[in-house]
């Protein structure tokens, strides 16, 4: 067995090679690529991907984890080896069970379809994405289809990025989650607004970098191992274990923007930079799931940076640094503006008490679609209905409404629950860990970040893809993934603001 | 035969992907890459160099490669096809005739013998490095011994960069310069040196790179299809046809140091910018040699960048740019200043009139080991008397001697005369330029390059590898290689400046 897993591993090895080669093809070409070079590069990155595909389905491969399968079975499950061939089986059979043709149609639709969303949002004209969204609904069926027999067939889907987990199961949380979470904003729409209109200052976008730097670096960052850019959209990406980068764009009217981006990303690369070193070039070395990178980035986005504690230390810094904009803004004022909640009508700039709505609605339609409920051409109504009632507003244009996101036009269907699901997760992993570590608010406003990552790096990230997210929340916390953590967080936080 | 030439045209399509993909390796290496990300790039650029290796020397395409050779009969030799099929056979001969094992071992103990080297150069110490370069040269024996037959063993060393042309040749050509540039800097030694000490006061770094990039635009780059970095040594690397990159180091106190490299750089990048579009992801898609390569580098730097025209235009712009360090000195000061002619131990600081005399010391010390003429422990007396008979000057240690360049330790044996032959070839290119445009001067000193890029573009970067170096020169110059021009130019300009 032994020579077996290390032929499989040294196979591995070269897909995870190609792997970190592609995303650095598509870092390149966000950060730093000149314009023209697109047309090349998408052939680099369809050359590698193709490669990297070719050789993880090979018949090799197959045969040496049928072989393993049955000659594991004497090993602890909870093994190093027996977790690296169990997840090798579950992506071989994502990656065999899905016909090539179908894949490619695939790629060629949604390839073909962005521009038309692009256009639609643009001109707020549905009609022009959904022709392209019918057949992204209809490859998507045929998608999970592969993976009969289901529960449901959003099932397959959501297993793409949280194994293991099943709509019903996602389904459960939400209706326990929404109808709180809908009542929270319901009181909280009856105190007066908060206003935070200094924080739509002019901010020297030089200082907003520097600022972002510092706190990334108190976080834990170290820049032998990362680093941070600019990128029309931010985003985290890894080339190696030891090679974790990030990127952020800077407004300068809008400070918070970068700030929090930059909070947001350095969690998703402390956990990508917290696998454990005998993992490495496997596909161990990954997240369990996206929910949980998600807890990890709303983690020090919002249960830190969103925090009290974390602005009794930083704020002095950051009144130093802004002298002009903040010098008649002492530190409650801020806490409370960082902290304004109101509903709006777009996802990504929701406040932590709206943000969950957005993401519930989302899994809803895209269930119904699924299901077959709900027409591609119902969807804007569909859209602005539930709008209303989970949120109070309406949107006046499909722009900024049913078009917004665009995950849909890219085939990611089964993608949204991850966002809401990781919020549930970071504040069960900081109910924990305030019991774990005592002396967690004195720490934080030391600006000492020390304990609570070693502390993530021990429960959560050493496992890397090891434990399945019901698995790991389970292991650390003695429940599963729940929603009575993050009402309970909500409520105690919302109140005291808004008393 | 049109499908056989698609189905090579394919696969090599896939190949120049990972080629490309290879180079972005490694530029990110050197400009991004944070230090710990060193040892799992080290793997990633192994997998994707193995996997294009692999590909490249299939039976696959080497039957193509048989059967296209004899079907093809019949096509000008000089068409696009034609050419693909030859250069990709000698390529394919290349990286077939050496066994698999002899390129790992002299892989391995290039990769053991770098920090040798680098350690001998620090301390001094010449027997450091000596077994390990004694290995290497023995190992580049058998590399050599792999193309037999041939006139003589360093020919096919020299054909990895100078397809086509004969050690005999160079030989020829570098017996014809040599005593003319000894004679040349004879002569200049009885003049009155030159004082550019005023080159040596501090400018600002941030307005170095400003003017750099205002140059390399000047002459051609669009950042649409480059752009400009900095690393530690400054390159020129290629990621597809539209999307060239180089590189500069800037040196507070050296301001001509980074503007020149910028302008070396910006040559190799034209020529990189310039291949015909018809051969993209192909070997067409390449430098014709490496002398041609530096023909291009050099033209811009030193018969466009060190000339009275283009400093008439630039000057006055570089001395609003520095106004305290430049505001007692006239374009004429600055440009002898630029010219200086010192002999100097080291090659990479050598001026217009000395470098070549580097290189050719170079040439015959690998020609003697090659040969078996030279033990490697009596290179460091072998440099040092020909330092004193060429330039005039001994090395007071190996450090600065023997030691200076990093090519030995890496087994870059054959690689030194495609610097003097680019020269060579960029003073031979100038001269039939002068002849075709006849206003280059006035349209230099008005910083207007359009007419000099056309006619490289036309002349030169169009053809790509399609025409080996001597029968690139030849079909625009009417001669093959020729040191006379170059002499010619050397002694025009020199006596003008030394009068």
Known sequence: ?????????????????????????????????PANGNEERGDQIGTISELAHNMFVSEDIGQLLSELQTESSNLDPRSDDASLIKVTQRLYDQETKIPVELLKNLAQLTSVAYPYWEKAKE??????FQPYL???????????????????????LL?????????????????????????????????????????????EPEKQWQFGLEVAEAFGIDWKRSRQDKSAHPFTTTFGQNDVRFTTKVLDRHMTSSLFSTMHESGHALYELGFNPAFK????????????HESQSRLWENLIGRSRAFWHHFYPKLMDLFPDQLHNIDVETFYRAINKVEPSLIRTEADEATYNLHVMLRLELEMELMEDKLAVKDLPSA??????EYLGV??????RGVLQDVHWSAGLIGYFPTYALGNLISVQLWEKMRVDLHTLDDKISQGDFHDILQWL??????????????ELVQQITGSKIDAKPYIRYLKTKYEEIYR
Chains 1, 2 share one sequence.
Not at 123 to 128: A, D, L, P
Not at 286 to 291: K, Q
Not at 383 to 388: F, I, L, S, V
Request: proline letters at 6%; a negative charge.
């Open 1 to 33: 067995m032994e020579q077996k897993l290390t032929r499989l591993k040294n196979k591995l090895n070269a897909i995870y090679d190609l792997k970190h080669t592609a995303a650095l093809l598509e870092w390149d070409q966000q950060v730093n690529m």
């Open 394 to 399: 309406t949107p006046s244009d499909d722009t």
């Open 457 to 470: 790096r021990v429960n959560v990230h050493q496992h890397g893809a090891k434990f399945e997210p019901q």
């Open 134 to 156: 019918e057949k992204i609904i209809a490859l998507t069926r045929e998608l999970a289809q592969c993976f009969q027999p289901y529960d449901h067939i959003y099932d397959p």
């Open 383 to 388: 859209w602005n209905a539930r709008m209303q």
């Open 123 to 128: 001109s707020n004209q549905f009609s022009v």
């Open 281 to 292: 070039r496997t596909p161990l070395s990954d997240a369990s799931s996206l929910a949980v």
């Open 159 to 203: 297993n793409f990025y949280e194994p293991g987990m099943k709509t019903a199961d996602v389904k459960q949380i939400f209706d326990e989650l929404r109808p709180l979470q809908v009542d929270l904003i319901h009181d909280i729409a009856h105190h007066a607004p908060i206003d935070d209109s200094f924080l739509r200052q002019y901010f």
